[in-house]
């Protein structure tokens, strides 16, 4: 299966400040097809994974244009321009390429 | 509106069956894949299940193969996941989510399986 290795697990941030959030996968994402699989989810406290970002830098609709998602290949990062009080919570990357589908292990993002 | 309902989830023996439910609305149902994610309680996301969009394709977890079966009824716009030699460690809340683009879209409010003596 592919291993998704996301660091760092907990990232205090100030508000106003960026953020970034980095996750390695243990094979290439790239599909026979050519796309990347990679996704990126936000999960508040006590709410439902929302989806943020689809194939490595895609916002997907409603998703405010301060998340951003880049890389390739094994590494992939999303940023966060700027936190926000309603950026707190979980943040996991999923790789849809191959089977199983795998998460990273989630990453904790808290206001300073 | 896009909009998935779960249900069926319930406290259960270790051996036990459950069988849980999600109701989609909103969508051309029979367009799309569809998958279960479960997330037990104080941990992460993990991905389960996946039917393709006429049901022919199926893929697993697994750990949970041969013990779930994942389906769907595309005339009732519905998906579920037949759950049985249910295990203390399938305790978790269950996700269905619609797929697009390699990853659940939209996903529902979950339900709780909790499987326990």
């Known amino acids: 299966d592919v291993v998704m290795t996301q660091s760092p697990l907990s990232l205090p941030v100030t508000l106003g400040q960026p953020a970034s959030i980095s996750c390695k996968s243990s094979q290439s994402l790239v599909h026979s097809g050519g796309n990347t699989y990679l996704s990126w989810f936000q999960q508040r406290p006590g709410q439902s994974p929302r989806r943020l970002i689809y194939?490595?830098?895609n916002r997907d609709s409603g998703v405010p244009d301060r998340f951003s998602g880049s890389g390739s290949g094994t590494d992939f990062t999303l940023k966060i321009s700027r936190v926000e009080t309603e950026d707190v919570g979980f943040y996991y990357c999923l790789q849809g390429t191959h089977w199983p589908k795998t998460f990273g292990q989630g990453t904790k993002v808290e206001i300073k | 509106e896009e909009q998935l309902v779960e249900s069926g989830g319930n406290l259960v023996q270790p051996g036990g069956s459950l069988r849980l439910s999600c109701a989609a609305s909103g969508f051309t149902f029979r367009n799309y894949w569809m998958s279960w994610v479960r997330q037990a309680p104080g941990k992460g996301l993990e991905w389960v299940a996946i039917i393709n969009d006429d049901g022919g394709k199926k893929y697993y977890l697994d750990s949970v193969k041969g013990r779930f079966t994942i389906s769907r009824d595309n005339a009732k716009s519905s998906l579920h996941l037949q759950m049985d030699s249910l295990r203390v460690e399938d305790t978790a809340v269950y996700y269905c989510?619609?797929?697009?683009?390699?990853?659940?879209?939209?996903w529902g409010q979950g339900t709780l399986v909790t499987v326990s003596s």
């Open positions: 989510g619609r797929e697009e683009y390699g990853g659940p879209d939209y």
């Open positions: 194939k490595v830098s």
